[in-house]
């Protein structure tokens, strides 16, 4: 889908591009695709790059233009990881500045995606613009690793009683969302790196963005490493659980197995087709079921003396 507004506010939505304005491009069409290489002239490798969904962070800049990739959160659309990361191109030129990525997200959701809550707020320049996006994303990683961990929290409290490798597997699966977000979070910082270097940060506005851009990632990439640490030694603690768990159900297994081998080992004897002791007796069988439950009476309280069942 492609929209494009009058400027970087994101309120104000126009039909056709002009000069200063801002095209936001999100899970572009084969068709939409072509009418960027055309009508925008916008580079087909550049294209490429950012929809390809390994794409680094980076900066590029040339004489008439100018591109940013950053890595940003989004939620999965498959069951295999509840989150990744995917690539968000900022390309800028001397007539409009575009935004391109592969899936609609929380960065720049199609619904809204103005960088500003207030109407009358304004977005400076192109740099301030940047900015503000780096700023979000790390506002979203942080968003993001606090869902991780309620849900991690989750799965622990169901791997303390269970003998499955389901809960493992889903522990698996936040332990990977949190190296792609490891991954792209330190690739976003070199790009803030660059743009400290750079000579493009010269209002005082653009330099407390980007102070607080660099606060935000940085707090990020601490909390995601932190739960990541975490993770990986709470998934050898439980596979040791899980295992401890199934060696407890099979001996509560046994346990039964052997109680209940006491009637049965009595019913054969007497079963057999030889003379036995009261054989012509009425009260045969009750006494027989008397001393099996007896027995097994027994059998219980000496396992529960030992403290094995």
């Known amino acids: 889908m492609i929209k494009i507004f009058k400027s970087f506010n994101g309120y104000v939505e126009i039909q056709k591009a002009e000069k200063g304005c801002w095209i936001n491009v999100t899970q572009p069409t084969p068709e939409e695709i072509l009418k960027l290489e055309e009508e925008f002239h916008l580079p087909t490798d550049i294209i490429t790059d950012i929809l390809d969904a390994d794409e680094r962070s980076r900066i590029e800049f040339d004489g008439d233009w100018s591109l940013v990739i950053m890595r940003i ?36 959701p199609l619904e809204r995606p103005s960088l500003v809550r207030e109407q009358y707020s304004q977005i400076s320049d192109v740099t ?13 990683y942080l968003k993001y690793l606090k869902q991780i961990n309620r849900q991690t929290n989750i799965i622990e409290q ?40 750079s000579k493009n940060i010269t209002s005082e506005i653009n330099e407390d963005l980007l102070d607080d851009a660099i606060i935000e990632n940085r707090q990020a990439l601490e909390m995601a490493q932190i739960y990541s640490d975490i993770l990986s030694g709470m ?16 001996k509560q297994l046994t346990l039964i197995s052997i109680i209940l081998m006491i009637p049965t080992l009595i019913a054969s004897l007497f079963g057999m087709n030889v003379p036995i002791p009261m054989a012509n007796s009425i009260w045969a069988l009750p006494a027989i079921i008397a001393v099996s439950l007896l027995l097994s009476i027994i059998g219980v309280r000496i396992f529960r003396k030992r403290e094995w069942f």
């Open 73 to 108: 959160p989004v939620e999965s659309s498959d069951n295999r990881i509840p989150f990744q990361t995917i690539p968000l191109g900022i390309y800028v030129s001397k007539n409009f500045t575009l935004t391109l990525s592969l899936q609609n997200n929380a960065v720049l």
């Open 128 to 140: 301030n613009f940047i900015l503000r996006l780096l700023l979000r994303s790390g506002n979203i």
């Open 158 to 197: 169901d791997l303390e009683r269970s003998i499955k490798n389901r809960e493992l597997t889903r522990l698996l699966k936040m332990e990977k969302c949190l190296v792609y977000f490891i991954t792209s979070i330190k690739a976003n910082e070199i790009v803030l790196t660059k743009l400290r270097n």
């Open 235 to 250: 998934m050898d603690a439980f596979a040791s659980v899980i295992s401890n768990n199934l060696n407890v159900v099979m």
